[in-house]
DNA sequence: GTTATGTCCTTAATCGTTTAAGCTGCAGGG
DNA sequence: CCCTGCAGCTTAAACGATTAAGGACATAAC
């Protein structure tokens, strides 16, 4: 591998001009940077990341956490595409991405000490059980943390608009004239309490009260869950004309269970998802959803962090809130006419 | 940040002597070793990757190469979970993964260099333009390259059974009566080659004679092209009873547009997919695929890659097939009875 | 008693880079 | 002509680890 020494050999000046030269530092002649430049191309020169990162403390590496309590894992589509936007801002600000677990060889060990171990500048905790100690230890280390959809104290954290996005979707599932809407929740995260309360809150506004046979705790990307839980509540005395499901994913069980039960969506039973994943638009009827905007999420997530790294001491906007959009979509019908 | 010179100072040994110690080297008495372990745990020591990189040579870090000819990136449920067993192979073996691309700090740079610049100890390209110039140079480098699903000779390649698999998925297409079969497959890289001669192959096998007209260009992961060549095919005189698609994903188009025409599946005509995605067993009917079996591909391409690494001089087989299993599912109709 | 053997440790060099501090020579000011 | 200042370089130390070579001491062998 070629080095500085050779180019510095090449070119009969010492190691530290050849560095300087190249990382554009100003005490460095024109004539001699241009030549040390060419050199540099010449011999096919490549930095090596590890010496600069041992001796600047700064590996432009990103850590990237990426538990999963949600299921499906990079399979999910939400978690996919917000690491795929993580990993672009990050690519396009010379950051790569590693991958954070509990191992170092074969020896266990914790979270925190794995960023450690390969020198992460910061870490984007993406999805994990935020109540797992190790998970605290290393939100309180040296380390910059973002979390998303997650809020720690004094952290910063790019959160999804859980609450409006459903209070949102829920408003509109009712401008279509609906009253009887069942709520199927996934887990009780702080994501499914948002959700729950944004709920809630366009119900009450509307002036809807929802039976509690009707508000459902499922399991999310779990088409199987939703599967049997749509099947109880289509069995119903009363039952409901729409159900909201946990996330696209799993409302295809849902919709299955509508389909074996001879109904038909949205003309006897309508059905909304959550997250606006690619599957939303191409099944059929085409979904209404609450469409996250996981791009935004990963993209923020990263230049959020990136900039915290940098400028460590730049005031700390501790939230920020993406907001997403509706996708209206023929799943859910129009029963307003009918009185 | 604590260091073997810490611990050293700590003990009253050499630095040296805490490296053989932690290393696990012989020369070390016993009684020593146990107090220097104990006192690194005690100080919450944690080794400098960088600073064993650059002394060792060693990254233990695995570059990914994971672009994207065949769209949906790391949505795309096939390479997720590839890419999920790669990460779980390499880290269950000390390694930690990097993603590759062509970018260094803001300088527009070669999948090599930034090869070079990581260190990486090898590369696993899952997915990339196999004739992209800076493909073949990577390939062709120092570096250990595992590719999967395309062969680069005297390199390793872990493949997917594509002939074998297809020629299966075919075979029981036939023997569920079906003689009229259409075939939309993906862009013409060796993927698509292969399933086209294993379905050809069968057809042959069974004295089935395909018109050219049953054999459609689609692309792969995309429903809508499969939506408009469905709507195509289902306007021949003479329609298939059967539609191959590219994969699970891209069937979807064509299952909506099935529906659209009025027509039933698998009543009226049946369709099978594949890759064999979790998709393809929740949708309703289950589809009819064939089940690639990416965690093996994922696991062993990783496996074979860190051989290949610790081992160079050991044979190189360089070829491994991954074979997959067939999924019934209810999408293809038993036509057999009908005579 | 001398030599060999082995155990356990230290010394010192090295990996490739960065960076503070110092040196050199020239230009301009006085 | 001397001093100052500056541009443009070099020197040297440092980052944290690994590892070949060597040293000290004890024990065993003859």
Not at 17 to 46: C, F, H, M, P, W
Not at 95 to 113: H, M, P
């Amino acid at each position: 591998m070629i080095s500085m020494k050779d180019i510095a050999l090449e070119c009969g000046v010492s190691v530290a001009t050849v560095s300087k030269a190249l990382n554009g530092q100003q005490d460095i002649g024109e004539e001699t940077r241009q030549k040390i430049a060419e050199t540099a191309e010449r011999l096919g020169y490549t930095a090596n990341s590890a010496a600069r990162a041992l001796k600047t403390n700064k590996t432009f590496n990103l850590g990237v956490l990426f538990l999963d309590p949600m299921h499906g894992g990079l399979a999910h589509e939400f978690f996919s595409t917000v690491l795929d936007a993580i990993r672009s801002e990050a690519e396009s600000n010379g950051y790569d991405i590693t991958f954070i677990n509990r191992g170092i060889g074969n020896r266990e060990t914790s979270y925190l000490q794995h960023c450690r171990y390969r020198g992460v500048d910061g870490v984007i905790i993406a999805s994990a059980d935020f109540a797992d100690p190790q998970i605290i230890e290393l939100v309180n280390s040296e380390i910059p943390v973002v979390t998303i959809d997650h809020i720690f104290n004094g952290n910063i954290s790019i959160i999804s608009d859980n609450t409006g996005g459903m209070e949102t979707l829920t408003d509109y599932i009712i401008s279509k004239g609906h009253k009887k809407i069942a709520f199927i929740h996934g887990e009780k995260t702080s994501v499914t309490v948002n959700r729950l309360s944004g709920f809630y809150r366009s119900c009450e506004k509307h002036g809807i009260k929802i039976p509690d046979e009707y508000v459902r705790e499922g399991v999310f990307h779990d088409p199987k869950t939703c599967y049997s839980i749509t099947k109880e509540l289509l069995g119903l005395k009363d039952r409901p004309t729409c159900i909201v499901f946990p996330d696209d994913y799993s409302c295809i069980g849902g919709i299955n269970a509508v389909w074996e039960s001879g109904l038909r969506i949205p003309d006897d039973i309508s059905a909304a998802g959550y997250d606006g994943i690619p599957l939303s638009r191409i099944i059929s009827p085409e979904l209404t959803t609450w469409v996250q905007n996981t791009t935004e999420l990963g993209r923020r997530s990263a230049a959020r962090l990136i900039e915290q790294i940098q400028k460590p001491k730049s005031v700390i906007l501790d939230r920020e809130i993406v907001r997403g959009h509706i996708q209206e979509g023929a799943s859910v019908k129009d029963i307003s006419q009918l009185g």
